[in-house]
């Protein structure tokens, strides 16, 4: 079932419900998770581990229950860095009416934007040692070039206006310029994009984790655990199956979340924002040049064409004439 083709409230309720499981687990999880217990032979079911065992004989269910949280809070803290950054600056590129200004905000984010973001945090890592708050503080370093792009994209018809010289005119400050009404048009799609962008970090965020920056090699991640265990991916899938299928889970959910909220519902089809209907509509009959005589019914005559003739005279059974 494609999602776009259920309707608003379903689909809602559809990403509602992808999204719960690895968001409870990711937040909730630690604090069920208990203590450790022995550990017990590595890629093993049974023994009192429901989900077995990981590649150091761990209960797979417990680094579960551990693994969510680092991956969820380090790609929102990722997003919302990276446009509490991008929004002054693609704002201030989109309202400024100096062009060296608007360059000298753009042209390094594109030097910066030329560089592969995964690339670039290998290339880190193999200097620094970061951890998940450097990972964080990397992710969203990457992301700004093209968040600024994309706020002052969605930002740019809006602050040519005629309404934004108005303000100026009046003497609004230009924050309330900026977010009041340039900001508020370009809403939904700023929103859009940064439903978009947090898949996005959250997949980098993994995939970082995934080779090891920002993590532990043992360290209770879902995307680590990925990695550590899928040698013994035939032996014991779950301890791969499982935090690969939350964090798809995840990242799908949190899309589907977005793009169902953004869509505007047709609550009354065939009316406008007010809930008429629209006059022809309304009349019940289209415009006069396009209506249609009806079977059986004699047209309506003109208000030119004179009092209507008696049946079966013409001119010539005038005596007048």
């Not at 380090?74 to 590129?93: D, K, R």
């Not at 995964?118 to 890592?125: G, Q, S, T």
């Not at 009404?181 to 439903?195: F, P």
Request: with cysteine.
């Amino acid at each position: 079932m494609n999602p776009r083709t259920v309707p608003g409230p379903r689909r809602f309720t559809l990403s509602l419900l992808i999204l719960t499981v690895p968001l409870l687990l990711a937040l909730l999880g630690p604090l069920f998770a208990g203590d450790p217990g022995p550990r017990a032979a590595s890629f093993t079911l049974g023994g009192g581990h429901g989900a077995g065992t990981d590649f150091v004989g761990r209960d797979v269910w417990r680094q579960v229950l551990l693994g969510g949280r680092p991956v969820v809070l380090t790609a929102l803290a990722a997003t919302v860095l990276a446009y509490a950054v991008a929004l002054p600056l693609g704002l201030i590129a989109a309202l400024t009416h100096r062009r060296w200004l608007e360059e000298l905000v753009m042209r390094p984010l594109d030097v910066l934007l030329a560089v592969p973001s995964l690339l670039f945090l290998l290339l880190v890592a193999a200097v620094l040692t970061p951890d998940a708050g450097g990972l964080a503080l990397l992710v969203a370093l990457v992301n700004i070039p093209d968040a600024v792009r994309a706020v002052r994209a969605a930002t740019a018809e809006a602050a040519a206006r005629p309404a934004v010289e108005a303000l100026r005119m009046q003497g609004e400050t230009w924050w309330r310029t900026a977010i009041g009404y340039v900001g508020r048009s370009a809403l939904r799609t700023l929103a859009a994009d940064a439903g978009v962008r947090l898949t996005g970090v959250l997949y980098l965020v993994a995939t970082a984790a995934f080779l090891g920056v920002g993590a532990e090699p043992d360290a209770a991640d879902w995307a680590v655990m990925v990695d550590r265990n899928r040698t013994g991916m035939f032996l014991q899938p779950w301890a791969v199956v499982l935090p690969a299928v939350l964090i798809m889970a995840l990242t799908m959910g949190t899309n589907l979340l977005f793009d169902a909220a953004l869509t505007r519902p047709d609550r009354n089809p065939g009316r406008d924002r007010r809930g008429r209907r629209p006059a022809q509509d309304r009349r019940g009959r289209g415009p006069a040049q396009d209506r249609v005589p009806q079977p059986g019914r004699t047209p309506a005559p003109s208000p030119t064409d004179g009092p209507p003739r008696a049946p079966g005279r013409d001119e010539k059974s005038n005596p007048c004439i």
